[in-house]
């Protein structure tokens, strides 16, 4: 009997062996596959970027050869219908939304950050933070509706000629929509400031509020610089806010109460039915398209050097 059951040991010892070695032989493999995976999915990415810039400048380069660069970057009228491709007043459009909606989440992005990471209790903050970023799921369209028949119609209280398109609304309501990046984002790069800095400051006599702001703040400033910087690419690329409720008037103006056309609503506009394929119009897209493209390149270029430049070791 105990022959038997040291035999039935052994062999339950040489087949848990023997599945440890075939749970190995497994593990092995899957490290060999797991990086050609990642390998071909960063491969992907950079093949679809470059397809999508090669597709911007072969028709762009088609567009310039029939309207001088120079008239596309300087001129000051853009009708494209009546043959002006001028493109500084769409830029200007561009970027009025973006200035009114970084006034409205600049303060109210840092603000909840800060409130996030310094002031609420773990079971406020599990509640707050997933409904902030809700804000972020809410379909673009949604918030260009809600622009148009709520926002134009409160403010044309106020000021009773404001048109009901206006750079006013649409700039405020995009400002809202990238509150949750801010917030979020800047949130993160306060929570990994170590508490030894936070304790430091309190232990010398610093109040909450001073520790946040001037001794959390500055610690985090990269990575709440690189939320900003990629928030505005967020505002200068939104498409369905400015479309619906900015309007479709390309003036070169300031004026936040006017009608205004960005470059991402003309985008919009030139892809409809009324466009002639291969006309002149139709490749002004592609051109209006890079013209984007590089605006956001050099976002990203930026907030990559503010990162590296102020990043702090801990």
Not at 68 to 86: A, H, I, R
Not at 224 to 239: F, K, P, Q
Request: a positive charge; charged letters at 15%.
């Amino acid at each position: 009997m105990n022959i038997s059951h040291e035999g039935k040991q052994g062999l339950d010892i040489q087949k848990k062996i023997k599945e440890k070695k075939e749970k190995r032989k497994l593990l092995k493999q899957t490290e060999k596959v797991v990086p050609i995976f990642l390998f071909l999915c960063a491969l992907f990415s950079v093949i679809a970027t470059l397809g999508i810039v090669f597709t911007l400048l072969k028709e762009a380069i088609t567009f310039f050869s029939a309207v001088p660069m120079k008239e596309f970057f300087f001129n000051n009228t853009w009708s494209p219908w009546s043959g002006e491709f001028g493109v500084i007043p769409l830029i200007s459009g561009t970027l009025l939304i973006t200035c009114i909606a970084i006034v409205v989440a600049l303060p109210l992005g840092i603000a909840a950050a800060i409130f996030l990471s310094e002031y609420a209790s773990d079971k406020t903050r599990r509640i707050i933070k997933p409904t902030l970023e809700v804000l972020a799921g809410i379909p673009t369209v949604v918030y260009g509706f809600f622009a148009l028949t709520f926002i134009t119609p409160l403010f044309e209280k106020i000021i009773p000629e404001l048109p009901i398109f206006n750079a006013l609304s649409a700039g405020i309501v995009v400002g809202v929509m990238i509150i949750p990046m801010i917030a979020s984002l800047s949130e993160d790069a306060m929570n990994a400031v170590p508490n030894s800095l936070r304790e430091g400051a309190l232990a010398m006599g610093a109040t909450r509020f001073e520790v946040a702001t001037k001794v959390v703040l500055p610690a985090a400033f990269s990575g709440v610089v690189a939320s900003i910087v990629l928030a505005v690419s967020r505002a200068i690329g939104e498409t369905m806010i400015v479309t619906i409720a900015a309007g479709q008037t390309p003036n070169l103006t300031f004026n936040p109460t006017e009608s205004i056309q960005t470059l991402t609503a003309f985008i919009v506009q030139g892809a409809k039915g009324d466009t002639t394929y291969g006309s002149t119009i139709y490749y002004s897209i592609y051109a209006v398209g890079i013209t984007l493209f590089v605006f956001t390149l050099l976002m990203n270029f930026l907030s990559q050097y503010i990162v590296r430049k102020y990043r702090e070791e801990y």
